[in-house]
């Protein structure tokens, strides 16, 4: 604050009152006062006020007011500070790639569709009726850039339906944060039935094998027969 040199201004107060998604770090004080012609020699007359601002996890991307109060013998005034937040909050984008009803093995995708880097992934499923897990049912990644991707396979028994998923991460203020993402499971999409083109292409080239087999052994047995005949003694009568 400026213009405490002035010794007509009183008594100076001066009081912040912030406003969500800002708090005051617990122990700061919100509001001070000094006694005005207050300053040092050679220096600006300007009173230097610390605080330690807090911002809350969920806040969101903008631009955020927060107001400001202060007194003199002249009046109260106030102002707003427009603060710019940056949110810190990712998302991901999750898939199912490959499932085995028989040995129950599951392949998920993870893909980090946010704005930042990430550190300390893990990716978890909870038991919940569409989704029972044996052995761990989470698994550690570890830092994902922006864009990237990386797979993580479970044992598990899956049921149609969704099936929610706990990833947990550090943001770039290494705040742990946590997003709950549903995918959707179709047993059709991982059923072990033959398309009916492959199907047909197998049973031509079984008919073909068969085929090839006669063939082979009617040959076999034209050659055998020829070089008999080529043994035998010649007869004259």
């Known amino acids: 604050m400026s213009g405490v040199a002035d010794t007509s201004c009183g008594i100076i107060g001066f009081q912040l009152n912030p406003n969500y998604p800002f708090y005051l770090d617990p122990g700061t004080p919100s509001s001070s006062t000094i006694k005005s012609g207050t300053y040092v020699k050679d220096y600006k007359d300007h009173w230097l006020i610390p605080y330690t601002l807090r911002v809350d ?39 199912i790639t490959d499932y085995s009803p028989d040995t129950k093995r599951l392949t998920l995708q993870i893909l980090n569709v946010g704005k930042n ?57 290494n705040v742990r944060r946590t997003y709950e993402p549903n995918i959707n499971f179709d047993s059709k999409l991982f059923s072990r039935k033959v398309p009916s083109g492959q199907s047909n ?37």
């Open 117 to 173: 880097d990430v550190d300390a992934l893990t990716i978890e499923i909870p038991s919940q009726d569409t989704a029972v897990t044996y052995g761990t049912n989470y698994q550690i990644i570890g830092s994902l850039d922006v864009n990237d991707n990386d797979q993580v396979i479970f044992n598990a028994d899956l049921k149609d339906g969704p099936i929610k998923v706990i990833i947990q991460y550090n943001d770039l203020n």
């Open 57 to 95: 996890n969920s806040a969101l991307d903008g631009i955020n007011n927060i107001t400001v109060q202060y007194s003199s013998s002249q009046g109260i005034q106030s102002t707003d500070f427009p603060i710019e937040v940056k949110n810190l909050i990712n998302e991901f984008d999750v898939k």
């Open 201 to 237: 292409f197998s049973y031509m080239s079984f008919i073909y094998g068969i085929l090839s087999v006669v063939v082979l052994y009617f040959a076999y047995r034209w050659y055998k027969k020829r070089k008999h005949n080529k043994e035998k003694p010649l007869r004259i009568h």
